[in-house]
């Protein structure tokens, strides 16, 4: 076996041992000796190819990232999207991925402050499929007056951001990660259309 290969398999192999523990445990609970001892995983390997708890933990929210964008951008076009198009295939995929579930809200909630600037890094692809989206939700809409669509994607992301506060904020038994996409899209829908139904 090549040497390129080799280092690619202990790479994926050291990852699914951690990407299991950072999804059980979360990043504040997560122990490099479980994630080891699970996988048989020297240290001496792992600190070989990953400097730190935190950098394995970057390399899962990356990976989490990647996949969850890679499996969007295939089941959606912006030329048709709607918000329940959009909402629905994200809750599918999470469905269908638990794990990824899990550390998506981990990174987003409850990562440590000193990770938000790497893990918005990780998640430019996914920001930017979403930005693509949005753009061609709002496109089909008439915005109010004085807004423009670059203003109303600024406003949704922000109106997102408030929700993971919220979460963060909040106790241990409101932080699951489907009630976080709930109140994403129950927001989307807020900004959309409003609280207050029109007749």
Do not use: W
């Amino acid at each position: 076996m090549k040497q390129e290969e080799k280092n690619r398999k202990s790479r994926e192999h050291i990852l699914s041992y951690a990407f299991a523990e950072f999804t059980a445990q979360g990043y504040a609970g997560a122990s490099v000796n479980a994630l080891c001892a699970a996988g048989s995983i020297s240290k001496g390997l792992l600190y070989h190819y990953y400097a730190d708890k935190d950098a394995l933990y970057l390399a899962c929210v990356e990976r989490c990232f990647q996949d969850l964008t890679a499996a969007l951008a295939s089941q959606l076009s912006a030329q048709t999207v709607t918000p329940d198009q959009y909402f629905d295939a994200r809750l599918r995929y999470f469905g269908e991925h638990p794990q990824h579930q899990r550390l998506f809200c981990d990174a987003v909630v409850n990562a440590p402050e000193r990770l938000h600037a790497a893990i918005a890094a990780c998640r430019v692809p996914f920001d930017a499929l979403n930005e693509t989206l949005l753009t061609a939700i709002l496109q089909k809409e008439t915005l109010a007056e004085g807004i423009s669509i670059p203003d109303a994607v600024r406003q949704l992301r922000v109106f997102e951001d408030c929700v993971s506060t919220y979460l963060k904020n909040a106790g241990p038994q409101d932080r699951q990660a489907d009630l976080h996409n709930r109140l994403c899209r129950q927001t989307f829908h807020t900004m959309l259309y409003g609280l207050i139904a029109r007749t």
